[in-house]
């Protein structure tokens, strides 16, 4: 491989070795592997690493409720993780798992480095650990006593431990980020991350005594402490590549690094580790993304609500491929999305069955019956107008995806090769080689081969997506390979005379049951552990799935609009309200409480992720508008009985109103 190639590095969470893999380890695991495989077409050469945390006090537990080790735990379940991923098609370089010896000992010698610098040091502990997170909070952040984060238990602690000097790093860091925007994306978390960092920063307690659990890699200056799970696991990072081992891959990766992370670990990954990597002397990663959750039925999934999403019953049920498609195309990357199968099977009803399926379909079996089977000449074309036109799309495509993937917007580049598809659909619809044939077979050939043509190209840039269905696509298509790289996707590569053998339908449709809930899309609620954006538009997941300015690269009409019914648009009950009081909710930035008059009996008190943008003096005597037939729920132990719709971009917020002359408070939108 040639050294002057671009390198691409990209990470995924290690994921808690405790779990059961669930819908979202596998959309984040995927999208890596997407984001992979299109940059290595993009001429990269790409390392892609994942695995699996295995310290802390849950895995110790669980361990001991097995009567088994800590070790013979994580062993067997690291497996769930480890095994899973070859049956998503996720091509992954390394698997790390942070009880192996090549990520102690760097951990160990990270730990040591800092002490010999000065940035650990030992002192007082004081605080309320949350288990399920592994996290400490001060009490000012508790809720009504419980984990902001969870609202579970927390159990209040006091003792010696050792802290890193996070503190000291505070102002390089915000530095940084503002000297480089796009090093975390998307924008709103970015904004998230610099609000945070308003507020003076703590130093980090990176300690736990033994005596409370033993689990974890013993601190090099201290046996009687190990390292806190997320100073161990936010290592592997670097630990993989040979961080302190003069390793050439780690001069060769990490200046090209990309951490895949979820929304929720927004915090440990911007400010713990970039810290951290401050301290140590190293550079910061080239960016991190955060995504944003599934959710179910606008809820996030849970154990006890059983709604939890099993990757491998969708993957026995529907295939790897379309399972990667539905993933990777209903997500706008940083927003939540909703997983409903109704949405799965529409999406793979009409783009893979319909559009991509038939054509393939259509295609081969019209040149299997008239055509000997083989691929047609092209000659001189059909000698119709829609050829240029569908060359011209096809030479254009290859960069339209490249931006729009290198933008994070990997749902438009998909939409953009299906656009693409659906032309070619409507090119055999109107050069109809089927009729021509009988009077002017070189041109109905010639048709036939620019809409095969056509197919291989789009089916190229979706080979990241759907790697096994379109090498097997590609090789029914007269023994066609995958590019390596773009620059390659040129026009011409089928090779007339070339054999066509599809003998199944690629994509064979399945039953749509009858689906009685709102679709996907009608109202996507943000909700990220922080409560952030529980007003919806606000919190940047709304209908309108565009956020932002449009990505460089993109083009117009790129964007799609999911289609709603009138119906569906009718059961979201939209009302005019005046805000009467408005308070911050303690323990978030961004949360406050309001009390909304809609010409009900009773105001309603609805908690909006606004506060951070929109000044709380200014809510009160507002209108608004509110959707006011939503489950109320409750958001940081507060009940919220409805959404404000509020629009935000780089500059602010403004809260959706009438124009002009206020509306009664319960006045009908729409
Ligand atoms: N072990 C830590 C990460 C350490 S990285 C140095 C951890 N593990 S986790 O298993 O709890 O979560 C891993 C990732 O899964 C997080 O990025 C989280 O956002 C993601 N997801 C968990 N539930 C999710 C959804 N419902 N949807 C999408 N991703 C979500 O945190």
């Known amino acids: 491989m040639p050294e002057s190639r671009t390198a691409y590095y990209v990470t995924t969470p290690i994921y808690y070795v405790n779990d059961r893999p669930h819908i979202g380890h596998a959309y984040c695991t995927i999208l890596a592997d997407v984001l992979r495989r299109f940059h290595s077409m993009f001429g990269c050469e790409t390392f892609f690493l994942t695995g699996v945390d295995e310290h802390g006090q849950k895995v110790e537990e669980a361990a001991k409720k097995r009567h088994m080790t800590p070790q013979q735990h994580c062993d067997e379940m690291q497996a769930h993780f480890r095994d899973l991923w070859p049956t998503l098609d996720i091509s992954n370089d390394d698997f790390i798992r942070t009880t192996e010896p090549r990520h102690e000992r760097v951990v160990k010698q990270a730990l040591q480095q800092l002490f010999d610098s000065g940035d650990i040091y030992k002192g007082e502990y004081e605080g309320f650990y949350s288990q399920r997170v592994e996290k400490f909070f001060t009490e000012d952040e508790l809720i009504d006593g419980k984990c902001p984060e969870t609202g579970g238990e927390v159990q209040r602690i006091v003792e010696a431990n050792y802290f890193f000097r996070m503190s000291r790093y505070q102002q390089r860091l915000i530095d940084h980020i503002n000297a480089n925007p796009d090093f975390i994306r998307p924008e709103s978390r970015k904004n998230e991350v610099l609000g945070f960092l308003r507020k003076p920063l703590q130093d980090l307690c990176i300690s736990r005594p033994k005596s409370r659990l033993s689990w974890g890699i013993e601190l090099p200056f201290d046996s009687d402490y190990v390292t806190y799970v997320w100073f161990d696991a936010l290592l592997n990072y670097v630990s993989v590549i040979g961080l302190f081992h003069d390793d050439p891959r780690f001069r060769k990766w990490w200046a090209a690094s990309t951490h895949l992370i979820g929304k929720d670990i927004l915090t440990t990954h911007s400010v713990y580790w970039t810290t951290m990597l ?324 009773q105001p309603r008190q609805i908690v909006a992720g606004i506060g951070d943008r929109f000044p709380v003096q200014k809510v009160p005597g507002s209108q608004v508008t509110v959707v006011a037939n939503l489950k109320p729920r409750k958001v940081f132990g507060i009940m919220s009985e409805g959404m404000i719709l509020a629009a935000t971009d780089e500059s602010g917020l403004s809260l959706i109103a009438p124009v002009g002359t206020p509306r009664k408070p319960g006045t009908r939108v729409g």
Not at 367 to 393: L, N, R, T
Not at 525 to 534: H, K, L, N, Q, T
Request: glycine share 10%; aromatic share 6%.
């Open 278 to 601: 401050f301290a140590l002397g190293l550079d910061m990663p080239r960016h991190i993304i955060a995504h944003g959750w599934w959710l179910v039925d606008n809820t996030k999934m849970s154990k006890s609500l059983g709604n939890v999403i099993n990757p491998l019953a969708m993957r026995d049920k529907y295939g790897v491929d379309s399972l990667r498609y539905f993933l990777m195309r209903e997500m706008v990357v940083g927003l939540d999305s909703d997983f409903s199968e109704e949405s799965f099977l529409k999406r793979h009803n009409f783009e893979l069955a319909n559009d991509l399926g038939n054509l393939a379909n259509r295609l081969v079996g019209f040149a299997s019956k008239q055509m000997g089977g083989v691929v047609p000449a092209p000659g001189s074309g059909s000698g119709h107008a829609a050829d240029a036109e569908v060359m011209k799309m096809a030479a254009e495509l290859p960069a339209r995806v490249r931006g729009h993937v290198e933008s994070l917007r990997v749902e438009t580049a998909i939409e953009t090769v299906m656009n693409f598809v659906r032309r070619l659909n409507r090119y055999v619809a109107e050069t109809e080689p089927f009729k021509v044939i009988k009077t002017d077979p070189a041109a109905a050939g010639a048709a036939v081969y620019i809409a095969l043509e056509g197919l291989r190209i789009a089916l190229n840039l979706l080979w990241p997506v759907m790697p096994k269905k379109v090498e097997n696509l590609l090789g029914a298509l007269g023994g066609c390979r995958v590019v390596d790289s773009l620059d390659d996707l040129k026009w011409g590569g089928l090779v007339p005379g070339s054999v066509l053998n599809l003998p199944e339908p690629p994509f064979p449709r399945f039953d749509l049951p009858d689906f009685d809930h709102i679709p996907a899309g009608a109202a996507k609620v943000d909700r990220s552990a922080d409560g952030a954006g529980i007003s919806n538009v606000a919190g940047g997941a709304g209908p309108a799935k565009v956020a932002g300015s449009p990505a460089a690269g993109a083009q117009a009409g790129d964007a799609v609009l999911e289609h709603a019914t009138f119906d569906d648009f009718l059961k979201i009950k939209l009302l005019v309200g005046t805000v009467l009081t408005a308070e911050p909710v303690s323990g978030s930035d961004k949360l406050l409480k309001l009390s909304v008059d809609l010409g009900e009996q």
